[in-house]
T-cell receptor, first 114, second 113 residues
Framework: NAGVTQTPKFQVLKTGQSMTLQCAQDMNHNSMYWYRQDPGMGLRLIYYSASEGTTDKGEVPNGYNVSRLNKREFSLRLESAAPSQTSVYFC?????????????FGPGTRLTVL | AQSVTQLGSHVSVSEGALVLLRCNYSSSVPPYLFWYVQYPNQGLQLLLKYTSAATLVKGINGFEAEFKKSETSFHLTKPSAHMSDAAEYFCAVSDLGADGLTFGKGTHLIIQP
């Protein structure tokens, strides 16, 4: 069981470039999440998908789009990267929509936008 | 909306000393609370969670936390710190509106030899 995997691990972009962050889980979880982590800010929810075929905005969705490709995969796209999107991005998954279920996190993608 | 406050962005303790990391929550309904640990350059790992079954919750690596409704607190403790406990610790609450977690800003735990 690999758990939650993310690619790439590191990425450097120039302002205005686009890219897609990939996330996959092999735990047969229904819910998946994208967070960003900034120094002194904790983690903030960007988007989430409660089940295959559905996506919803979190606290900081501006500048991002997501796709729940299938039950396993949930991608995050930056259409036109900005320096303010320099951050560490974490994908997470959870078995179902219960508020008490544990979220399992991937290792993160460190993104720098110049 | 739910929120959590972690007092102290950095906490330093000596090896073998008590670890106390503070978390206070703000919620209009009974909260579901979590403590996660993040080791350098890694993802987050669950330490423990409160789901209203018991107010004293035991987690991995010797950590425990006590839910105190009267104090709106969920502080994390460990009786004796070990060098391997050096990490970033996050308190989080289930966001009942957005089906995600709302995190505190984190506390960096430093262990002095």
């Amino acid at each position: 069981n690999a758990g939650v995997t993310q690619t790439p691990k590191f990425q450097v972009l120039k302002t205005g470039q686009s890219m897609t962050l990939q996330c996959a889980q092999d735990m047969n979880h229904n819910s998946m999440y994208w967070y960003r982590q900034d120094p002194g800010m904790g983690l903030r929810l960007i988007y989430y998908s409660a089940s295959e075929g559905t996506t919803d905005k979190g606290e900081v969705p501006n500048g991002y789009n997501v796709s729940r490709l299938n039950k396993r995969e949930f991608s995050l796209r930056l259409e036109s990267a900005a320096p303010s999107q320099t951050s560490v991005y974490f994908c997470a998954s959870k078995r179902q929509g219960s508020f008490t279920d544990t979220q399992y996190f991937g290792p993160g993608t460190r993104l720098t936008v110049l | 909306a739910q929120s959590v406050t972690q007092l102290g962005s950095h906490v330093s303790v000596s090896e073998g000393a008590l670890v106390l990391l503070r978390c206070n929550y703000s919620s209009s309904v009974p909260p579901y609370l979590f403590w996660y640990v993040q080791y350098p350059n890694q993802g987050l790992q669950l330490l423990l969670k409160y789901t209203s079954a018991a107010t004293l919750v035991k987690g991995i690596n010797g950590f425990e936390a006590e839910f105190k409704k009267s104090e709106t607190s969920f502080h994390l403790t460990k009786p004796s710190a070990h060098m391997s406990d050096a990490a970033e610790y996050f308190c989080a609450v289930s966001d009942l509106g957005a089906d995600g977690l709302t995190f505190g800003k984190g506390t960096h735990l430093i262990i002095q030899p």
